[in-house]
């Protein structure tokens, strides 16, 4: 192996690594938290899958905020521009807080109605609500934990994040346990108790990165007046980069959201088996995660610093260590997956109704990945974010999604026939960003448009 080669792989793997372990534990997490909530019932699996779109839809919201200052802080760091980093973390940060209060405020006052979207099944609806109204506190804490912990990847130190989240998330598996079920003196709250397991986890974790960041006088942290100050060339700045990936990640999950949607339409059994095929799904994209995180610092750090050269090369390079480990990846998944499903306490029916459908999405997983790595991480590490949300946003509304209403109120397609349309989608994303990054017009310099 070249030494070039080396350093790249030594480099993505100082943040990949830690970013896909702490992704494996959260999907380790909710692999067990699903596990938990299947022991009630396929009613309660349902409900909770159906409730948590509205987190998830929140989720991927203060992930877009983060992409779009991470692009920011990844260059500003690279370029030593710890002004620009404090400004940027203190705007997001005002930002994550005031969404995730806003996105609270809703799911608590309208929770029946937002379930009447995944169900009309009226044990599901009540099911869901509880389960709203207790959870949506929980989304303020998210918010501004999303936004550090990507401030601490952006200058390398994808260790803290993972330290901090693995604490949160293994809290809520023991408080999950405790309170769904009730062992000894504890009483059982059912979804009740998750979601309060949930909120109680989520507070710690926000907590834990306010403590150590200011423990370490780590040089993002805002800590001026001034670094409040949001100058209208900033604040265009941010936003003409910044804002298309808010946006990309937005109706990218109001689009994934619609794919549930539709598979909801066959039933609530499918719709449970639909959940529960995601959730095993989620083990094995892990990677994809890992990759994008670490292209998205790597590559940032080196166009900050102005090796655009080296940037390009480096792009191309990730791009086929992605296929190669979507592959693997992909292969582990058609193995393992359906071994996964004996854990659950559901009917044959939905049993081999989400063998079926994992099957599909192992066969979807290495596009799916090298897609992820692509539009996330290196696009946007060089700051071509409005062409990353195109070329994903287009074909995911235009052919696949109305592809899969078709599929499921038309003609009734089984579940792993309407996964295996999304096809179109990710063959289409991952084609056009290779080409995108093969011509280099992706390499956009930002700290040297704001001097």
């Keep these: 192996m070249l030494k070039e080669e080396k350093v790249l792989l030594q480099r993505l793997a100082i943040v990949a690594i830690p970013v896909m372990i702490q992704n494996l534990v959260q999907s380790g997490v909710g692999f067990l938290d699903t596990l938990m909530i299947g022991q009630l019932g396929e009613t309660e699996v349902a409900a909770v899958g159906g409730a948590n779109q509205y987190f998830f839809f929140i989720q991927i919201a203060f992930f877009g905020l983060n992409s779009g200052s991470s692009i920011f802080l990844a260059q500003f760091y690279g370029a030593k521009n710890t002004k620009g980093m404090r400004k940027v973390l203190s705007l997001a940060s005002s930002l994550a807080i005031l969404m995730g209060a806003l996105g609270g405020i809703i799911v608590t006052a309208f929770p029946s109605f937002l379930m009447k979207l995944f169900s009309s099944d009226p044990q599901v609806i009540w099911a869901g609500s509880v ?103 900033f604040i265009r700045d941010i936003a003409k980069t910044g804002l298309p990936a808010f946006i990309h990640e937005t109706l990218w999950v109001i689009g994934s959201i619609l794919y549930k949607v539709a598979y909801s339409r066959l039933g609530t059994g499918t719709f449970a088996a639909t959940n529960i095929c995601l959730s095993i799904q989620d083990l094995f994209f892990v990677a994809g995660l890992g990759l994008a995180g670490g292209a998205g610092v790597v590559l940032g750090n080196t166009i900050g610093k102005g090796e655009m050269k080296k940037a390009q090369e480096w792009g191309e390079k990730i791009i086929l260590l992605s296929l190669l480990t979507g592959i693997a990846m992909g292969i582990l998944e058609f193995i393992l997956g359906p071994l996964l499903l004996n854990f659950y306490n559901i009917s044959p029916e939905v049993l081999s109704t989400a063998r079926k459908g994992i099957f599909a999405l192992s066969f979807i997983l290495p596009l799916e990945l090298l897609g992820v790595v692509i539009m996330v991480g290196i696009l946007r590490s060089g700051g071509d974010s409005k062409f990353s949300m195109l070329s994903e946003i287009i074909p995911m509304y235009l052919i696949s999604i109305p592809l899969t209403f078709i599929g499921a109120s038309i003609f009734r397609l089984p579940l792993w026939a309407l996964m295996l349309v999304k096809l179109s989608e990710t063959v289409t994303k991952a084609l056009v960003g290779a080409l995108r990054i093969r011509s280099g017009k992706w390499i956009i310099n930002l700290n040297d448009k704001r001097n």
């Excluded at 408080?175 to 397991?197: D, Q, R, S």
């Excluded at 926000?206 to 150590?212: E, K, R």
């Design 131 to 233: 389960y709203l109204r207790a959870v949506g506190v929980s989304y303020l804490f998210s918010g501004f934990s999303s936004v550090y912990s990507g401030a601490f990847r952006a200058t390398g130190d994808a260790r803290t994040p993972m330290v901090t989240t693995t604490i949160s998330l293994f809290t809520n598996a023991l408080l999950n346990y405790i309170l769904i079920f009730g062992p000894g003196p504890f009483p059982a709250l059912g979804i009740l108790g998750g979601a309060i397991a949930t909120v109680i986890s989520r507070i710690l974790e926000a907590s834990l990165l306010i403590i150590i960041s200011l423990s370490r006088k780590e040089q993002f942290i805002p800590k001026k007046k001034e670094d409040f100050r949001w100058e209208k060339s």
